[in-house]
């Protein structure tokens, strides 16, 4: 555990040096409060077109950072031949791979946390209305998704061979589920055979990212997700993540070192 | 020597000073023949400058965004296309009336779900058809007055926020978002109707309400002659109101004619016939002063 966690905070530390978390942090806190400092109409008491543009960037934000953060970590220690003293300790591959996800997960869910704040500080100033609940369930469920992000990142990490298509495909594969993720039933049911079991398939193996993004119910103030549906989609999360990690373990076991 | 050395270490910048001095003099040449190849940076909105024509595409996306606000996310896809408003008469239509009704058998597009997938992820959306009301109605103005920005020639953008903004009491705003629309659809009647209701209802300014809708018809009246088609039952809806103010003033015989008017418009006719019956009716029963024993 202790290796693990060694590796993990070595991949934090790696985020609060590198610019990739200030530079979206700044862009997303210019585009709010621009938008936020607009009058529409002489009236300043609206707030949910600022907590949408706010919540869209921050999700933007957050995939942005797991995807090139996880990208880039077990290429990197190939490139910079830094692999080879890290597994000549008595570091398993298992390890590293775990380490990686560890301190990749944690990294994003410290990024979030920063995001979130600075989210409560601009709607809270503009609502007057503090629902802290609502915030940490959201959150909670955002870093959850994000575990299978990174998860899924890390497999493809070891299996594409630049981190740049890696981090592509990762984006177009996020990207659809959260947009199509949901009606992929309803587009099966229009389509002829075998089209339709193949897309039936695909609806039932995909995770449903889409469940996470809670983002509606905290722009119109809408009552908590129930607390036993939190915790089956944690569950659904870490399965998923425990067959990303798996995979990527089983890809890496075997892969050579030398690129 | 010496002198070459120095030729050599301030050459690259007395090329560079010669190069900006080159550029500035081509610029102030440049600038009134630019100014001719694109009307994109004269323009004072930074949209237009930043997106040019294309800021149509988004001003539609950002009006569905404001439908989509009124609803509370509660909003169906582009998968649900079928079930999709197919106008926006819901956004301006009170509880009760035929539009709000339609609507809400419109907006039952979720169904029973299909399998334990959808029926797990509907815990974590907007399951329930709900409106905006009371002050959270302002909520979709920002919306609004973005897809205003994106497409000035989008009508019905300035009709629905004009209409809120009066319920909110901001009829002042009202107006100026109308006239706003006006400058830049100068023939539209659909807010030319807009305004003369801002100024009958709001207002309480019925001379005022009275040329606006008549200018309206008027505008009505041109596009038909020149061919575009334009909506019948907005004509419908301006000739009703004008004759609804002019039987309120007394000209009975001028509210007759525009109620038959209505009635090429209107889905019920049948009402309007009724009206003009009992108009006549009115018009024609004898007045108290030309029978002075009957007082």
Same mark, same amino acid.
């Given at each position: 555990m202790n290796t693990v966690l060694a590796i993990a905070g070595v991949v934090i530390k790696e985020l609060y040096r590198r610019k990739d978390f200030y530079v979206l942090f700044v862009l997303t806190a210019v585009i709010t409060l621009v938008m936020g400092s607009v009058s529409f109409f002489h009236d300043t008491k609206m707030v949910r077109?600022?907590?949408?543009?706010?919540?869209?960037?921050?999700?933007i934000s957050a995939l942005v950072i797991a995807i090139a953060t996880t990208a880039r970590q077990i290429p990197a220690e190939r490139e910079n031949r830094t692999i080879f003293p890290l597994l000549a300790k008595p570091v398993t591959r298992w390890q590293v791979i775990l380490g990686k996800f560890a301190g990749c997960w944690l990294a994003c869910g410290m990024a979030l946390i920063v995001l979130y704040l600075f989210f409560v500080v601009v709607?809270?100033?503009?609502?007057?209305?503090?629902?802290?609940l609502n915030y940490c369930q959201a959150l909670w469920l955002q870093w959850v998704m994000l575990g299978v992000v990174i998860a899924f990142v890390l497999l493809g990490?070891?299996?594409?061979?630049?981190?740049?298509?890696?981090?592509?495909?990762?984006?177009?594969?996020?990207l659809g589920i959260l947009f199509v993720g949901r009606y992929l039933n309803q587009v099966a049911l229009q389509e002829p055979e075998p089209l339709k079991t193949l897309v039936y398939t695909l609806y039932f193996l995909i995770p449903h990212l889409e469940w996470y993004d809670v983002r509606d119910l905290i722009i119109y103030d809408q009552k908590l997700v129930g607390w036993v549906d939190c915790g089956l989609a944690t569950l659904y999360a870490l399965l998923y993540m425990g067959v990303f990690l798996l995979g990527a373990w089983l890809v890496f076991r075997r892969k050579p070192l030398n690129l | 020597?010496?002198?070459?050395?120095?030729? %050599?270490?301030?050459?690259?910048? !007395?090329?560079?000073?010669? @190069?900006?001095?080159?550029?500035?003099?081509l610029a102030t040449v440049l600038q009134d023949r630019v100014s001719d190849w694109s009307k994109r940076g004269r323009s004072d909105n930074v949209l237009k400058v930043l997106l040019g024509d294309g800021r149509r595409l988004f001003a539609d996306q950002f009006f569905?965004?404001?439908?989509?606000?009124?609803?509370?996310?509660?909003?169906?896809?582009?998968?649900?296309?079928?079930?999709r408003p197919k106008d926006t008469s819901h956004l301006t239509a009170k509880e009760g009336e035929p539009a709000a009704e339609e609507h809400e058998k419109q907006m039952n597009f979720l169904g029973p779900p299909r399998d334990w997938i959808e029926r797990f992820g509907r815990h974590f959306i907007v399951n329930e058809h709900t409106h905006l009301e009371g002050s959270h109605e302002s909520e979709i103005l920002p919306w609004l007055k973005l897809a205003a920005e994106?497409?000035?020639? %989008?009508?019905?953008?300035?009709? !629905?926020?004009?209409?809120? @903004?009066?319920?909110?009491g901001k009829v002042k705003e009202a107006e100026r978002f109308l006239r706003e629309g006006l400058l830049n659809n100068p023939g539209s009647y659909d807010i030319l109707f807009e305004l003369g209701s801002l100024y009958d209802q709001s207002s309480h300014d019925p001379a005022r309400a009275r040329k606006i809708w008549e200018l309206a018809?008027?505008?009505?009246?041109?596009?038909?002659?020149?061919g575009k088609k334009p909506d019948l039952l907005k004509l419908g809806q301006i000739a009703d109101f004008l004759a609804h103010l002019e039987e309120k003033e007394g000209h009975l015989a001028r509210a007759i004619q525009l109620l038959k008017l209505s009635q090429k418009g209107s889905p019920h006719?049948?009402?309007?016939?009724r009206r003009i019956d009992e108009l006549k009716q009115k018009l024609a029963a004898p007045s108290p002063l030309a029978n002075p024993k009957a007082r």
């Open positions: 077109y600022v907590k949408d543009i706010a919540l869209l960037l921050i999700w709607s809270g100033t503009r609502e007057h209305h503090w629902p802290l990490s070891v299996v594409f061979a630049a981190p740049s298509s890696n981090a592509t495909i990762s984006f177009i594969v996020v | 020597m010496r002198e070459t050395r120095n030729v %050599k270490r301030l050459g690259p910048y !007395v090329i560079l000073v010669l @190069l900006l001095a080159a550029c500035f003099s569905v965004q404001a439908d989509v606000s009124f609803h509370s996310g509660y909003y169906p896809s582009i998968f649900d296309q079928a079930n994106l497409d000035p020639q %989008k009508i019905e953008t300035y009709t !629905v926020a004009a209409y809120w @903004l009066r319920d909110l018809l008027r505008r009505w009246g041109e596009q038909e002659a020149a006719p049948e009402a309007a016939q």
